[in-house]
């Protein structure tokens, strides 16, 4: 009977925990706790031997009570997780769960603005040392160690503005005193951000305070292996805004035109749609460089293929005005013929129909004015769309709709060249 | 579409994926995940931080107690799918040895029964008709007929048969099947045990004939059922045929319109398309007449997007799969395009939000299509095999992607997205099962979604345990992961697509369980011009109404029709729409949810009002406690509930005969030719109908049966004054009132009183009868089968004279005495001849019972009390217990009588 027991002690456990379930799910959360307040007494009379299960439940449903409960408070937030953290401590938790405790507890003080309690909980946290470090341990360490130093980092950051902002007015010795403190944040924010950036993953932000700090000491050369490493790694994801922030800091050192055109066309081989298209497109557009000015009409089409620029303005006229550059030249008119040719059985019924043409009139004039022009190059002047803007800007007798139209019945054999 | 400047911080490695941790049933409970600055800016003196899960989401309360149905119950009665018990084997013995050790043993045995019963023809058609004459299906002994060189077992056939020589070998190979039966249903009763001795015969014989009897070779057969079985049960555990859904919902063209159209499945085959028109008010009302498509499958799935201002809605079926357009105007009807057909069964139908008439169309086999209803089907890939690493399964998936060239495609481990234009060169890997995402082990895909509604670029996975908001500029790193903790994998999802101050929501279902979870996330939101924030999950999530919680809100039923009501209620989720109406101060939103059964529920919430975008910075400020549920249903959802209620009890009464009690048609007992006797009605027989023809036109009451000078009856007896209660309740109230002694020595005196009387009674009414019955002698002894009417008198028809009421049973009837008491004959009734002994004999009253009743009767005939009202005839004979004989005698010559030409 005793097993008896214990199946009826683990179904009644369990027929407990799913009342908190269904209690949370539906935002119940006083019930909630109520019955969390069992659960934990039902835990108590039991000892057999599975409790990490169990107390990682109390841990996890617990925080979710505490931060939606009505009669909570960042003060009772703090006590259930200290006792979370010492129960873990005595019944052996898995250290990677107590340190996941710890940085849960850090970032919903960070979310509540107590940064300095929640220093002192990552230096607590870092000076733990038991049981045997295992990998996701040594993971979790790590990233308590990176917060410290990115909460360091922003010390020094205050510091620095203090610096900057009373530097004229303070005497030489406070003045000394607050420099060497920052200093001091330094040291400390470049030790543990430098470290975690070396292990693959996402960290725009220790990246981004990593390059402010050695950017500030003018460690260039640091600045700029770090943010390589971080972009073309090939063991790190590939993110967009490593390319980004790599452009942004050659733009800040002023680099050739070359290299950052070449830092933007990795970027555009992994997300052509990125915002960044655009300016490389300008740029390109404007060079010299036949091979570039071809990368550049690349590039814009590329852009416009996406669904989230379908409506952009910028891009429109971006290619519209490419486009009739080369229209007007009449060189380069296979450069058209050749991104066109792969985009015919598709592009008029996803950007030139009359049903778009009549929306986009009607909520965005310069936009459909842009597409028209396009459209009437692309697919010559019977192309619906261009029909229906030019009828439109006429009847509406906009100057440019009538420019417009002139234009494309001027160029029609041309474009019949282009669609042909 | 900006890509967000920061995003949160994630460590990134390639490999399997993770041992799961074990705290499966809140994995998805406080966590904030990472944390990010928020919000830059110079003059504030600390950096503000935003966590990835947390935040505050928007406040939808229910505003009713349970879904309400929208649509009336479907036409006809529901027949559910098979449920586990159907197919399991059921056995408390073998549930009892496989505790612990999990795992269903699946009852192919009784499936395969159950095949040769349905079928028999099928199964061992040509086989039986050969073989109908050696199978022996009587109940007759067996006897062992020694035939040289030959041991067999052989029926007791018939006498003829016996007699006849030439029967001879036909009696040798004859095999009783009675005995046979009896060992199934002894087995039947012993199942589990499988001691062989209990089943030599059934072994025997099955060794005998498993080779050749079967029609279809049975192990071909076997591995048939046992395919089917095993395809039946791992649909009962993840049906996965039903992904996407079977409901859609397609806005009206019209700014602000409280119009929709609800496409869903109906019919009792689910093969009908239905396109509803429904007008959106506290509780949706459907508006005219539904337009109507049937189709030639069961519809699996219905997917719809609109591209250019029209609707295009694919249908999935099996092997079918079918695109209509509905153009926005309400009112105006769809007009079906194109319908393909697959050699394999379809696993996936997307429509494409881009381009008008596109569509993904996924095979089992591992196909993938671009179809196009201009330029029809492209086949973009085929490969058997699963992506990324080896799983059975061979469901796949496709949906498009922001760029409308770009398909996603999916199986268990993954997704892909690849290029149409140059499917095997251009692709690339968007999510993985693995440590790339932090899975964890036995994860699995189970249903992808583009939501490009929300943002052009990102993605929707869910596994069985988490859902991950993907982005396809950064693939493989979810830019959102949450554990769900649905019992049941989510196969269902919806998108409401929010903004820049509102949160995008989507509704997750399950199918067996019916779930339904309402979860919120922020999308890369764009703020005062700086670069967008990453993906964060909005608020918690909140757990909706399901179908069949609206049972207990429901009037009370007769506990059967609760059952009914119970079973149709609960059948799995079909699918699944949502809708969010924005209507200045008050939002809210309605969620329909299909069954399986047909049924399209829906549930309205209500936000109160739209949350200040400054609060949901903050994230952890503790959020009022939302509005209780209404505890019970709103007038209206009442209402509502009645009339669907009445509407499927009209609908279902026709076809649920089977709940009626069971009534059995004597015709298959006795034929017609049984029930008339083999020589027709009787002269007496003919005389009576004759004279009860006449009494009632004349509306008179018979009386007696003078008249009838040929036929002179006996009198009913008047019954015998019960002046004395039974014996039994007069002990009682004995033993009640403590005075037993005195009972037992009345008893003993009156019991001797009591048969003295009796037997001065019977006497009396003997010489009485011979006086009356002098002629009724002379035809007793005419007709030579008379003596079996004191057989028959118990069974046949009790004719009461009119008037008087039935006698009441006699004192101390022992079990043999009860039947004559309980319907004494009031006459040697007319109806006799109808119950003759031959026509009991036709009947197969075995001779052995015969005798029996005779024994029983000489019981009687030396019990002390006799039975008041027997007639004489029978009186007489069984007083004298050398009748006995002659009754035999009789009946032993009465056997040859209808072939003598009686």
């Avoid at chain 2, 579409?1 to 390639?14: G, H, N, Q, R, V």
């Avoid at chain 2, 099955?206 to 059922?225: I, K, M, N, T, Y």
């Avoid at chain 2, 008050?586 to 059964?597: H, P, R």
Wanted: proline fraction near 7%.
């Amino acid at each position: 009977s005793s097993y008896e027991h214990k199946l009826n002690f683990k179904k009644s456990k369990e027929a407990c925990l799913s009342y908190i379930q269904d209690a949370m799910l539906q935002k119940q959360w006083e019930r909630a706790a109520e019955f969390l307040t069992f659960y934990v007494e039902s835990l108590e009379k039991d000892y057999s031997r599975e409790h990490v299960g169990p107390s990682e439940m109390i841990w996890r449903i617990g925080t979710e009570i505490l931060c939606h409960h009505s009669h909570s408070s960042m003060k009772e937030f703090n006590c259930f997780m200290e006792q979370m953290k010492t129960f873990g401590v005595k019944r052996y938790l898995k250290a990677s769960i107590l340190n996941a405790v710890c940085l849960e507890h850090v970032f919903h003080l960070l979310c509540n603005g107590q940064i300095d309690e929640a220093y002192q909980n990552l230096s607590l946290a870092e000076s733990w040392r038991f049981g045997e470090q295992t990998a996701i341990q040594n993971k979790e360490m790590k990233l308590i160690q990176a917060y410290r130093g990115l909460l360091d980092y922003y010390s020094w950051s205050k510091q620095k503005n203090i610096l900057l902002e009373h530097g004229k007015c303070l005497d030489g010795f406070a003045d000394l005193s607050v420099e060497q403190e920052m200093h001091n944040c330094f040291r400390k924010a470049a030790v543990n951000l430098k470290e975690i950036i070396k292990i693959p993953g996402v960290w725009d932000l220790f990246v981004k305070c990593y390059v402010d700090l050695l950017e500030f000491y003018g460690d260039h050369n640091e600045a700029r292996q770090v943010l390589n490493e971080y972009a073309y790694n090939s063991k790190f994801p590939a993110n967009p805004n490593a390319h980004v922030y790599l452009y942004q800091f050659l733009k800040r050192q002023g680099e050739s035109k070359k290299s950052l055109i070449s830092a933007l066309k990795i970027l555009h081989d992994i997300v052509p749609s990125h915002e960044l298209m655009i300016d490389f497109n300008t740029m390109l557009r404007k060079s010299k460089k036949r091979k570039r000015r071809r990368l550049g009409l690349e590039v814009i089409f590329a852009v416009l293929d996406y669904a989230g620029w379908k409506e952009n303005v910028k891009a429109w006229s971006c290619l519209a005005r490419q486009v009739k550059q080369i229209v007007i030249s009449e060189k380069h008119l296979g450069w058209i013929k050749k991104e066109w040719s792969s985009r015919k059985d598709w592009w008029p019924a996803f950007h030139f129909s009359r049903y778009l043409a009549k929306r986009n009139w009607q909520e965005n004039e310069s936009l459909s004015y842009e597409k028209a022009l396009v459209a009437g190059i692309l697919l010559g002047k019977d192309c619906k769309y261009f029909k229906y803007v030019s009828h439109q800007g006429c009847k509406a007798q906009v100057k440019r709709f009538r420019m417009l139209k002139k234009f494309v019945n001027r160029h029609n054999p041309v474009c019949l060249r282009i669609s042909g | 579409m900006e890509f967000p400047a920061a995003l949160f911080s994630s460590y990134f490695s390639a490999g399997p994926p993770r041992e799961e941790d074990g705290s499966a049933p809140a994995a998805g409970w406080g966590e904030h995940g990472q944390v990010l600055e928020g919000r830059p800016g110079p003059r504030q003196a600390q950096p503000a931080f935003v966590p990835r899960r947390g935040g505050t989401g928007e406040t939808w309360d229910p505003a009713e107690a349970a879904a309400v149905p929208v649509l009336p119950p479907s036409a006809g009665c529901w027949i559910p799918s098979p449920a586990p018990q159907d197919i399991l084997y059921r056995n408390s013995l073998c549930r009892e040895l496989r505790a612990g050790k999990g795992g269903a043993t699946l009852d192919f045995a009784k499936q395969l029964g159950h095949f040769f019963v349905d079928h028999p023809e099928d199964a061992f058609g040509s086989m039986g008709r050969l073989l109908h004459k050696n199978f022996h299906l009587g109940n007759s002994k067996l006897t062992v007929s020694i035939i040289p060189g030959v041991a067999a077992l052989a029926p007791t056939v018939p006498p003829t048969s016996v007699l006849s020589s030439l029967q001879r070998p036909a009696r040798s190979s004859t095999i009783r099947m009675t005995a046979l039966m009896e060992d199934i249903d002894r087995l039947e009763a012993r199942r589990g045990c499988h001691r062989q001795h209990l089943a030599s015969r059934l072994r025997w014989f099955s060794h005998l004939c498993r080779d050749w009897l079967f029609e279809v070779p049975l192990g071909v057969l076997a591995d048939c059922l046992h395919e089917e079985l095993m395809l039946q049960w791992s649909d009962l555990l993840f049906d996965d045929s039903l992904t996407g859904g079977a409901l859609a919902w397609l806005p009206s063209g019209d700014v602000g319109s409280r119009t929709g159209c609800l496409v869903h499945p109906g019919g009792l085959a689910m093969n009908h398309l239905f396109f509803q028109d429904v007008v959106l008010e506290k509780l949706p009302c459907t508006q005219g007449s539904p337009a109507q498509f049937e189709l030639s499958g069961r519809i699996r799935q219905v997917a719809a997007a609109r591209v250019d201002g029209e609707d295009f809605v694919g249908v999935r079926s099996d092997y079918h799969c079918g695109v209509w357009r509905v153009p926005a105007r309400t009112g105006t009807a769809p007009t079906p395009l194109q319908v393909i057909h697959t050699d394999v069964p379809a696993s996936c139908l997307t429509v494409s939000p881009h381009l008008p008439g596109e569509l993904a169309v996924c095979t089992q086999s591992g196909t993938i299509y671009l179809w196009s209803v201009e330029t029809g089907l492209q086949q973009l890939r085929h490969d058997p095999q699963t992506m990324f690493f080896r799983d059975h399964s061979p469901w796949r998936w496709s949906d498009f992607t922001t760029h409308p060239r770009v398909l996603s495609y999916a199986d268990r481990t993954g997704l892909q997205c690849l290029d149409a234009r140059a499917p095997k060169k251009c692709h690339f890997d968007l999510f993985k099962v693995g440590e790339e995402a932090g899975c964890q082990k036995g994860e699995r895909v189970v249903l992808p979604m583009y939501l490009g509604r929300a943002h052009p670029s990102q993605y929707l996975v869910t596994t069985q345990f988490s859902v991950y908001v993907l982005d396809e500029r950064l693939p493989l790193v979810p830019m959102l992961k949450w554990a769900h903790m649905m019992k049941a994998p989510p196969l269902f999802a919806h998108l409401m697509p929010g903004d820049s101050r509102r949160s995008h929501k989507v509704v997750l279902g399950a199918s067996r369980t019916q779930e339904l979870l309402l979860m919120q996330y922020w999308g890369e939101r764009w703020r005062d011009g700086a670069p967008g924030s990453a993906c964060q999950l909005a608020g918690t999530p909140q757990k909706l109404h399901t179908i069949s919680g609206c049972l207990e809100h429901l009037p009370t039923q007769l506990p059967h029709r609760h059952h009914l009501l119970q079973q149709r209620l609960g059948a799995p989720a079909a699918g699944l729409a949502a809708v969010l109406q924005e209507d200045g101060t008050c939002n809210s939103m309605l969620v329909f949810q299909l069954s399986e059964a047909g049924d399209v529920f829906c549930q309205r919430l209500t936000q109160e009002a739209a949350p200040p975008l400054e609060k949901a910075e903050h994230s952890q400020e503790p959020c009022a406690s939302p509005q209780p549920t209404p505890a019970v249903p709103s007038p209206a959802a009442a209402l509502r509930y009645r009339r669907w209620l009445r509407a499927l009890s009209r609908d279902c009464r026709e076809p649920s005969q089977h709940t009626w009690p069971p009534s059995l048609s004597q015709r298959r007992l006795f034929t017609r030719k049984d029930l008339e006797g083999s020589t027709g009605p009787s002269a007496l027989q003919r005389q009576v109908r004759q004279l009860l023809r006449q009494v009632m036109q004349e509306g008179g009451r018979i009386q007696h049966w003078e008249p009838m000078a040929l036929q002179p009856l006996a009198l009913p007896q008047p019954p015998e004054p019960t002046g004395v209660q039974d014996p039994l309740s007069a002990r009682l109230t004995a033993a009640w009132s403590g005075d037993c002694e005195q009972w037992w020595e009345d008893r003993t005196s009156f019991s001797m009183a009591q048969r003295q009387r009796a037997l001065r009674e019977r006497r009396r009414r003997q010489k009485r009868a011979r006086g009356r019955s002098s002629l009724s002698a002379s035809f007793t002894s005419s007709l030579t089968y008379q003596s079996e009417l004191s057989e028959l008198s118990d069974a046949g028809p009790a004719l009461f004279s009119p008037g008087r009421p039935p006698p009441p049973s006699q004192e101390g009837s022992s079990p043999a005495r009860s039947p004559p008491a309980r319907s004494p004959p009031a006459s040697p009734a007319p109806g006799e001849a109808l119950l003759s002994s031959q026509s009991l004999r036709h009947r197969g009253i075995p001779k052995e019972r015969r005798k029996t009743l005779r024994d029983y009767l000489s019981v009687w005939a030396e019990g002390p009390p006799d039975p008041p009202d027997l007639p004489v005839s029978q009186a007489s004979q069984l007083c004298i217990p050398s009748s006995q004989s002659q009754l035999s005698s009789a009946s032993q010559t009465r056997r040859k009588r209808p072939r003598m030409g009686f």
